[in-house]
């Protein structure tokens, strides 16, 4: 069975505040590692009132610290808003930190609106070619220094660092074939070029001195519980979100309502049901036929899985019995051979 990791965008729920989203990603961060994830990945936000994980590489050194296997990193960093330099300065800190267990992902989106991507970045003055020149700016920072070196990343030079394109169309999946670097794409919300990207990162891979065959690997929304019926019901909160993020009212995360007219279904139209079209939502029975069909459809070296779900011990849950169904997933295959 494919490899299962976990997306946390340490989320701010209505009536928490980003102190408590923080003690909850610790948490979630802990149960991950024992129940057999490989990587806990947070993401750079912006301007969001739901998402507390803005400030990323201290995030995950709050995660790393509380953490002894797990790998821990980036999904991802917003490259155009920061130079280069800081962040290498940044990761070379963790990598120091937390040797060998550092991730890093890059994306090239903003994270936020653009008046906040102005904030950050004082202009968007920039062109197409800008991230690729950051992107390998930012890798040769780790490579070893040579004499005469004018700039150096201290700490950064010489350290082990896993390097990660993202991407939610084909532009990441052509730079992270042509750079010989594994690819991950947020089919967890942004679904719609999928297949192409993912076949056209395959055909065009490069190997490089980081990776000597293509490396897939796929963001999967995922809330699971007890009953089919208890998941759709606590998989309204991801609902509403996405529908006020539409209609341009983000928010903290709500707690979930009972929908089983599929109310909100109609409300959040064609963009919902696009946004969450890969999303596996049920019981364990549910999930694992969910993500067979996923990984059979993508063909993913590892799944991303995110779980916005209100409350934390739902939350919890939802993870334990993701890993569960990865567990039956595997018996089943070894049954078969």
Same mark, same amino acid.
């Given at each position: 069975?494919?490899? %299962?990791?976990?997306?946390?965008?340490?989320?701010?729920?209505?009536?928490?505040? &980003?102190?408590?989203?923080?003690? @909850?990603?610790?948490?979630?961060?802990?149960?991950?590692?024992?129940?057999?994830?490989?990587?806990?990945?947070?993401?750079?936000?912006?301007?969001?009132?739901?998402?507390?994980?803005?400030?990323?590489?201290?995030?995950?050194?709050?995660?790393?610290? =509380?953490?002894?296997?797990?790998?821990?990193?980036?999904?991802?960093?917003?490259? #155009?808003?920061?130079?280069? %330099?800081? /962040?290498?300065?940044?990761?070379?800190?963790?990598?120091?930190?937390?040797?060998?267990?550092?991730?890093?992902?890059?994306?090239?989106?903003?994270?936020?609106?653009?008046?906040? &991507?102005?904030?950050?970045?004082? @202009?968007?003055?920039? !062109?197409?070619?800008?991230?690729?020149? !950051?992107?390998?700016?930012?890798?040769?920072?780790?490579?070893?220094?040579?004499?005469?070196?004018? /700039? +150096?990343?201290?700490p950064g030079a010489?350290?082990?660092? =896993?390097?990660?394109?993202?991407?939610?169309?084909?532009?990441?999946?052509? *730079?992270?074939?042509?750079?010989?670097?594994?690819?991950?794409?947020?089919?967890?919300?942004?679904?719609?070029? *999928?297949?192409?990207?993912?076949a056209l990162y395959?055909?065009?891979?490069?190997?490089?001195?980081?990776?000597? +065959?293509?490396?897939?690997?796929?963001?999967?929304?995922?809330?699971? =519980?007890?009953?089919? &019926?208890?998941?759709?019901?606590?998989?309204?909160?991801?609902?509403?979100?996405?529908? @006020?993020?539409?209609?341009?009212?983000?928010? #903290? %995360?709500?707690?979930?309502?009972?929908?089983?007219?599929?109310?909100?279904?109609? %409300?959040?139209?064609?963009?919902?049901?696009?946004?969450?079209?890969?999303?596996?939502?049920?019981? +364990?029975?549910?999930?694992?036929?969910?993500?067979?069909?996923?990984?059979? +459809?993508?063909?993913?070296?590892?799944?991303?899985?995110? &779980?916005?779900?209100?409350?934390?011990?739902?939350?919890?849950?939802?993870?334990?019995?993701?890993?569960?169904?990865?567990? !039956?997933?595997?018996? *089943?295959?070894?049954?078969?051979?």
């Amino acid at each position: 069975m494919t490899t %299962l990791s976990v997306l946390d965008l340490s989320p701010i729920v209505e009536g928490g505040d &980003a102190a408590q989203s923080f003690r @909850n990603t610790r948490d979630l961060a802990q149960h991950a590692e024992r129940w057999g994830y490989k990587r806990y990945w947070l993401a750079e936000h912006h301007n969001m009132t739901g998402v507390a994980s803005a400030a990323t590489a201290v995030i995950i050194g709050h995660v790393a610290e =509380a953490t002894t296997t797990i790998r821990v990193g980036a999904g991802g960093v917003m490259l #155009p808003n920061h130079a280069p %330099l800081v /962040i290498a300065e940044q990761f070379g800190t963790l990598a120091s930190l937390y040797p060998h267990r550092i991730d890093l992902g890059l994306g090239r989106a903003p994270g936020s609106d653009q008046a906040t &991507a102005r904030a950050l970045r004082r @202009n968007l003055a920039t !062109d197409v070619d800008q991230f690729p020149r !950051d992107v390998i700016e930012l890798m040769d920072y780790f490579r070893p220094a040579q004499p005469g070196q004018l /700039i +150096r990343a201290v700490p950064g030079a010489g350290l082990d660092m =896993a390097f990660w394109i993202l991407g939610s169309s084909t532009y990441g999946a052509q *730079l992270a074939a042509a750079l010989g670097l594994p690819f991950a794409f947020a089919s967890h919300f942004a679904p719609a070029y *999928l297949d192409q990207a993912l076949a056209l990162y395959r055909s065009q891979f490069r190997p490089s001195e980081h990776l000597d +065959r293509p490396y897939v690997m796929a963001g999967v929304g995922l809330v699971a =519980a007890e009953t089919d &019926a208890e998941a759709q019901r606590l998989f309204t909160s991801v609902k509403q979100a996405f529908i @006020n993020l539409g209609q341009g009212r983000p928010g #903290p %995360l709500p707690p979930p309502v009972d929908d089983p007219e599929g109310r909100l279904d109609e %409300l959040g139209g064609p963009m919902l049901r696009q946004a969450l079209s890969c999303a596996v939502v049920g019981s +364990r029975e549910t999930v694992a036929r969910g993500l067979a069909a996923f990984v059979e +459809r993508t063909g993913a070296d590892e799944l991303m899985v995110t &779980a916005q779900v209100f409350d934390h011990a739902a939350r919890l849950a939802s993870f334990e019995i993701a890993a569960q169904a990865r567990d !039956d997933l595997a018996r *089943l295959e070894t049954a078969k051979a």
